[in-house]
């Protein structure tokens, strides 16, 4: 049964009061889409008012009205039609908890914004990967003579492109288990679903809620439409089962299926109705790492989905060097190389950073503590982690998983500045320093992005 079918067609042909809870980037491109069709929008954040922003004095124009500095409790008694929540904010925050209980609807900006477009959506979710599988789609859709719109969980929220849009190009989205929590009619024509590690448990509670947060991307879409899901990790492989969209596959080390990007022979091939055909060599491939290699493949599949021609997949996948923050490389001192992986904020985007090197890595690592478990670091710590600078809240807990994986020298740092110096002073000629922090960057940094950007400003400096 569609819950807001009715509702919705009403809201469109009468729009009303909405409430934007939350002006980042997301709330404050659904604001000023909802203004521009009628609405008349509220937006609440619980930071004080930027004493200058444009922005706001631009959205201001367009009759939305600003509350900073809180959620006052006569928010919670207007005649909301509908809220939209940023995705960082919980859901068990009270202020939306009391929202929910008298039911009113609760939305995310990547759902409201689908209502008002056209363009074919290509979506990528997973626990790692999502970026750079993302990038790589819409550079293959570009090297097609495409102009898709990338944005979503990264760079530019999808409002942002239903507001400017003219056009009938793709539409290509990072989209979070967050974000994916408040959709409800969000339909992809086609959709990636890269791979499960334990994240987030913080906001969602247990790994299985994690996960159907993830599968919700899948929920309207049918036959027809294609579902690209991970053949190498049976946590996704398996659940095709329940999916109504024909399902394509990538792996990294088979061919098995009727439809999908694997790998054969040392080749990343295509195949199609059980028919390969040779796309490129592994050793062709411009991004280092296995992990890099499921991306490559993952990316290839879905860009094929979306009409992207073998050359155009070829040619991406031979040249692609990467984005920021993810094992991007700031430069080479005095025989040691450095690389920024400030994306990896988990363990087990470490775990495949580190694998990207055979030896001689001087770690910087820690973060915000989640409780996570870091024993899957293990094994990569053994023989390729010569030295180890820990800082964060969860210092200790990773000096100790270095003790016990056996690394000779573990320093602590108090700043990301300090453990640049640290580690510079471990390294040798030869070695390579690498920045993967396998946490969030929240106790420190705003963001991962700061904090990868002030580690490269850190390098630039020695």
Not at 5 to 22: C, D, K, M, Q, Y
Not at 298 to 304: D, E, G, R, S, V
């Amino acid at each position: 049964m569609d819950r807001y079918g009715e509702p919705l067609a009403l809201w469109l042909r009468e729009p009303g009061h909405v409430l934007v809870v939350g002006y980042g980037k997301s709330g404050a491109a659904a604001a000023r889409l909802l203004a521009g069709r009628g609405f008349r929008v509220t937006v609440t954040d619980r930071g004080d008012k930027p004493e200058t922003d444009e922005g706001i004095k631009a959205l201001a124009g367009h009759g939305v009205q600003f509350v900073f500095g809180g959620h006052p409790p006569e928010l919670l008694h207007r005649p909301w039609q509908f809220v939209v929540k940023s995705p960082g904010i919980p859901y068990t925050v009270p202020f939306i908890e009391q929202l929910a209980a008298k039911g009113v609807p609760i939305f995310s900006e990547i759902e409201v914004a689908s209502w008002f477009t056209e363009r074919p959506i290509y979506a990528i979710t997973g626990s790692n990967g999502k970026t750079t599988t993302t990038t790589l789609v819409s550079e293959m859709l570009r090297a097609a003579g495409r102009l898709p719109f990338v944005g979503g969980n990264i760079g530019t929220p999808f409002a942002e492109a239903v507001l400017e849009e003219q056009t009938d190009e793709p539409v290509v989205l990072e989209v979070s288990s967050f974000q994916l929590m408040g959709t409800w009619r969000f339909r992809p024509r086609g959709a990636a679903l890269l791979n499960f590690y334990p994240a987030h448990l913080d906001y969602h509670g247990t790994f299985e809620a994690y996960q159907e947060a993830k599968w919700k991307m899948f929920s309207n879409m049918e036959q027809g439409d294609i579902a690209v899901l991970n053949a190498d990790q049976d946590l996704v492989a398996g659940g095709a089962s329940r999916l109504r969209a024909d399902v394509h596959y990538f792996s990294v080390d088979h061919v098995r299926f009727a439809f999908g990007v694997g790998v054969e022979d040392e080749d990343i091939v295509i195949v199609e109705r059980g028919e390969v055909r040779r796309l490129l060599p592994i050793a062709e491939v411009a991004l280092p790492g296995r992990h890099n290699l499921q991306n490559v493949v993952a990316a290839a599949a879905l860009a094929q989905a979306a009409g992207a021609s073998d050359e155009a997949i070829r040619q991406v996948a031979a040249t692609f060097q990467g984005v920021e923050h993810r094992l991007e490389f700031v430069r080479e001192l005095h025989g040691v190389r450095y690389y920024n992986d400030s994306k990896a904020t988990n363990p087990d985007a470490a775990r495949q950073a580190l694998r990207s090197f055979a030896h001689g890595i001087v770690w910087i690592a820690g973060g915000l503590d989640r409780g996570l478990s870091f024993d899957s670091l293990l094994p990569e710590l053994r023989g390729r982690v010569k030295a180890a600078v820990c800082l964060g809240q969860t210092r200790e807990a990773l000096r100790n998983t270095c003790q016990r994986a056996g690394v000779e020298q573990i320093e602590l740092a108090s700043s990301l500045d300090e453990a640049v110096q640290r580690a510079h002073r471990l390294a040798e000629p030869g070695d390579t320093v690498l920045l993967s922090p396998a946490c969030a960057s929240w106790d420190m940094f705003s963001s991962f992005e700061v904090r990868g950007s002030m580690f490269k400003e850190a390098v630039h400096r020695l």
